[in-house]
T-cell receptor, first 118, second 113 residues
Framework: GAVVSQHPSWVICKSGTSVKIECRSLDFQATTMFWYRQFPKQSLMLMATSNEGSKATYEQGVEKDKFLINHASLTLSTLTVTSAHPEDSSFYIC??????????????FGEGSRLTVL | AQTVTQSQPEMSVQEAETVTLSCTYDTSESDYYLFWYKQPPSRQMILVIRQEAYKQQNATENRFSVNFQKAAKSFSLKISDSQLGDAAMYFCAYPRTGNQFYFGTGTSLTVIP
């Protein structure tokens, strides 16, 4: 199947700093990628839909100025957590599908990134 | 609104036995896909099985099969001959728009040796 890779897997930062997480589709082009957030023992919550070459679409309640998403190429989307606070600590997961938004086939997930804000 | 419900937060099964995980969903669509994803301790989500709603035949992938009841909007996952490696969180998922998925709250499966 298709491969989606995230980096870094783990990151620890100080409160007030910014952290960037990368999501890459390694063997396919992804015009659309999705960013999820997962709290311990809870489900995945969709944060935003990243669209190549245009602005991301954020879910209700997600602060677009705190969670900056850039999808500059067909294989890379980045999530930047700005001015991080301890409550931003979470597991962040990206996903993509070779079929894009119009396809309801399998969704491939990155390995996830564990963010801890001290 | 389309939602996905998993009523079993935790389940356990003896190794080599069979276990069924429940999932119900709500949709007004007539043609759609349903998925079961597995999230092992490594945390990367892995597709277990997919069902297309217009197909009456239940999907099967080796030891994994589904019981899809479209009228009841039920989509349960059966794991046969359970193995230690099956221990994980299992999420039922429904794509609301394209690949924007709704996920259930998950079922944590423990496999007892």
């Amino acid at each position: 199947g298709a491969v989606v890779s995230q980096h870094p897997s783990w990151v620890i930062c100080k409160s007030g700093t910014s952290v960037k997480i990368e999501c890459r589709s390694l063997d396919f082009q992804a015009t659309t990628m999705f960013w999820y957030r997962q709290f311990p023992k809870q489900s995945l919550m969709l944060m935003a839909t990243s669209n190549e070459g245009s602005k991301a679409t954020y879910e209700q309640g997600v602060e677009k100025d705190k969670f900056l998403i850039n999808h500059a190429s067909l294989t890379l989307s980045t999530l930047t957590v700005t001015s991080a606070h301890p409550e931003d600590s979470s597991f962040y997961i990206c996903s993509a599908s070779p079929g894009g938004m119009g396809n309801t086939g399998e969704l491939f997930f990155g390995e996830g990134s564990r963010l801890t804000v001290l | 609104a389309q939602t996905v419900t998993q009523s079993q937060p935790e389940m356990s099964v003896q190794e080599a036995e069979t276990v069924t995980l429940s999932c119900t969903y709500d949709t007004s669509e007539s043609d759609y896909y349903l998925f079961w994803y597995k999230q092992p301790p490594s945390r990367q989500m892995i597709l277990v099985i997919r069902q297309e709603a217009y197909k009456q035949q239940n999907a099967t992938e080796n030891r994994f099969s589904v019981n899809f009841q479209k009228a009841a909007k039920s989509f349960s996952l059966k794991i046969s001959d359970s193995q230690l490696g099956d221990a994980a969180m299992y999420f039922c998922a429904y794509p609301r728009t394209g690949n924007q998925f709704y996920f259930g709250t998950g079922t944590s499966l423990t496999v007892i040796p």
